[in-house]
């Protein structure tokens, strides 16, 4: 297997082991558990669980994928803390969308090839990407990968 | 930059990250703080702070980089859960370890070259490694990162 090959593999396998993860968990929570907050005083399961789907939806024009799905869970999900939007969908709207997200981005990540995953992604210059070759797509995967890992960890107490 | 090099550097930004940012949040928390629980019956942080230092310690030998710091860690803070333990070391203790834990694996990790880290680690025997070169030693640190994200995740939770 050629270096890059392993490389891919190696991210790609913990970005979906880590879907995985996320995926099982939100199956054993119900609605009501996901109303929860994971402290006092922190954020909602249901925020979280929004907050995932649009950090991920974001990442689909980085990786020059196409445009997003759901941007307007942007606002409420990112840049807006939990509880500061006036309505947010509700958790059946939300496990609808993880769903349908999900699927895409299988069938997108599936697509490429190991060489794929070294260019830049959209939010480097080629100038840059020169001294910063590091600034790649499938940086961004690893960056979203510890991201969710950090929220797993916190969704689980609802349990 | 070669590929492996940029390789090792993505991944051990995302260690080196990781542990600065756990850091940090020890350094905000009082041993106080460390004794409660992430949720209702679920672990301390000051067990998860000995996970930590316990899931580091045994990367060591596995990383081919020598014996374990604190062998005497594993048992109460990785094969036990928490409370199960009958005796478990002050936080006071636990922060210095963690202390002298980074320095030695930053100093062990800094003198490794892109393509040491593409080697096997000591659990994987030649043969497999021949059919599964993504077992390496860069792979451990992967996986101990986003590991680390998801207790960060949690330990958060105590502010």
Known sequence: MATKE????MILDRW????????????TLSDEQLQREIGPNKNRGIYLLGHLIAVHDLMIPLLDMGQAMYPNLHKPFVELA???AEKIPSAKELREH???QRELLKQKFDHLKPEDWFEKHTAVSDEDFIKEPHRNKLNVILTRTTHLQYHIG??????
Do not use: E, G
């Open 154 to 159: 916190q969704v689980v107490i609802l349990k």
């Open 82 to 84: 939990d509880k500061a």
């Open 98 to 100: 993880w769903i349908k």
């Open 6 to 9: 392993i490389m891919a593999k």
């Open 16 to 27: 979906n082991a880590s879907i995985k993860n996320f995926d099982d968990l939100l199956n």
